[in-house]
């Protein structure tokens, strides 16, 4: 554990929890290892997986970042 600790990194996101995440989460999390999946056997090359992204974002993972953000902001 400790030598794990000399290379972990930190996500400041983590003790947040978004409005948006919690109503889309599942979808969310579906398109981003969905296209990791399909990326990884080939089913996909690296536009599809950025295209993947695009949809993730507009799907509501803008309102998810914007909403974390908010958060993070608020408890500095």
């Known amino acids: ?3 794990d ?3 972990a990194v930190y996500n400041p996101a983590a003790p947040y ?3 948006t995440y919690v109503a889309k989460g599942a979808q969310l999390d579906n398109i981003v290892a969905d ?3 399909k990326y990884l056997a080939g089913q996909i090359d690296e536009q599809g997986l950025k295209d993947a992204i695009k949809l993730w974002d507009t799907s509501g993972g803008n309102k998810v970042k914007e909403e974390i953000n908010k958060l993070w902001q608020d408890n500095k």
Do not use: D, H, Q, T
Request: proline share 0%.
């Open 5 to 7: 600790l000399k290379s």
């Open 35 to 37: 296209a990791r999946i």
């Open 17 to 19: 929890v978004s409005a």
């Open 1 to 3: 554990m400790a030598e």
